[in-house]
């Protein structure tokens, strides 16, 4: 069930470098350049880096993949020119940029105005060598599932009711969602909730549905986009 959602993370790609400038045919005979596309490890990312790397092809390029789990990684890879371009989620990207740049105290600068989110996001990724390309029209969120039988235990249909609640929950999410402002601090600081531990078990993965369907975690992290969170009941 989903109890909320969270923040705007409507999709973008940022990209250090695109090869060469000369135009393509499109039909994919000629070579334009190499670039390597990078995934961030999880199911959502894979695919949408997959459809990039696929749009890059049929253009001419010559399209290596790899998939960089870290964050940090992911960052320096892209400054340093390892990886080319990579999926992300804009209200994300921009509040991670903000604190790379201004501190890890720095107050957050995304929006769940798109166009906000971007105006903040394309200087600082300028700052850093980087280019955010126009966004893809398509929109996911972050979301937060319970078990049904923990919703009906308690009453719940809404991340205000959990926090209203005093549950305190086990979350299970990615490493990351400890400092991630649409993560832990956001639920804790705009729901009221009360997070005693992170199970880490990965951003909307079957892993984290399996372990809020099992009780080894009350509250999970899972993405608007997901057509496969009720069948974990």
Same mark, same amino acid.
């Given at each position: 069930?989903?109890?909320?959602?969270?923040?705007?993370?409507?999709? @973008?790609?940022? *990209?250090?470098?695109?090869?060469?400038?000369?135009? /393509? %045919?499109?039909?994919? !005979?000629? &070579?334009?350049?190499? #670039?390597?596309?990078?995934?961030?490890?999880?199911?959502?990312?894979?695919?949408?880096?997959?459809?990039?790397?696929?749009?890059?092809?049929?253009?001419?390029?010559?399209?290596?993949?790899?998939?960089?789990?870290?964050?940090?990684?992911?960052?320096?890879?892209?400054?340093?020119?390892?990886?080319?371009?990579?999926?992300?989620?804009? @209200?994300?990207? *921009?509040?991670?940029?903000?604190?790379?740049?201004? /501190? %890890?105290?720095?107050? !957050?600068? &995304?929006?769940?105005? #798109?166009?906000?989110?971007?105006?903040?996001?394309?200087?600082?990724?300028?700052?850093?060598?980087?280019?955010?390309?126009?966004?893809?029209?398509?929109?996911?969120?972050?979301?937060?599932?319970?078990?049904?039988?923990?919703?009906?235990?308690?009453?719940?249909?809404?991340?205000?009711?959990?926090?209203?609640?005093?549950?305190?929950?086990?979350?299970? *999410?990615?490493?990351?969602?400890?400092?991630?402002?649409?993560?832990?601090?956001?639920?804790?600081?705009?729901?009221?909730?009360?997070?005693?531990?992170?199970?880490?078990?990965?951003?909307?993965?079957?892993?984290?549905?399996?372990?809020?369907?099992?009780?080894?975690?009350?509250?999970?992290?899972?993405?608007?986009?997901?057509?496969?969170?009720?069948?974990?009941?």
């Amino acid at each position: 069930m989903l109890v909320g959602i969270a923040a705007l993370a409507a999709l @973008a790609l940022s *990209a250090a470098a695109c090869g060469s400038d000369t135009s /393509g %045919s499109g039909s994919g !005979s000629t &070579s334009e350049g190499s #670039l390597t596309v990078a995934d961030a490890g999880f199911t959502e990312s894979k695919v949408l880096a997959e459809m990039y790397a696929a749009v890059l092809e049929k253009a001419g390029y010559k399209v290596e993949r790899t998939s960089v789990q870290q964050t940090e990684l992911a960052q320096s890879s892209l400054e340093n020119g390892t990886v080319d371009a990579i999926p992300q989620y804009v @209200a994300t990207y *921009a509040d991670l940029l903000n604190a790379k740049v201004h /501190g %890890s105290t720095a107050p !957050s600068v &995304s929006s769940p105005d #798109l166009r906000k989110s971007l105006a903040a996001l394309r200087p600082l990724a300028a700052g850093v060598g980087l280019s955010v390309l126009d966004p893809a029209a398509a929109v996911d969120q972050n979301a937060f599932a319970v078990s049904r039988s923990f919703a009906a235990q308690h009453h719940l249909s809404t991340l205000s009711d959990l926090g209203a609640s005093g549950q305190t929950v086990k979350l299970a *999410a990615g490493p990351e969602c400890a400092s991630r402002p649409f993560c832990q601090p956001g639920l804790e600081k705009t729901y009221n909730i009360k997070v005693s531990e992170i199970v880490r078990t990965g951003v909307d993965t079957p892993q984290t549905k399996a372990a809020v369907k099992n009780n080894t975690a009350q509250l999970g992290l899972v993405l608007t986009t997901d057509a496969t969170v009720a069948d974990y009941g």
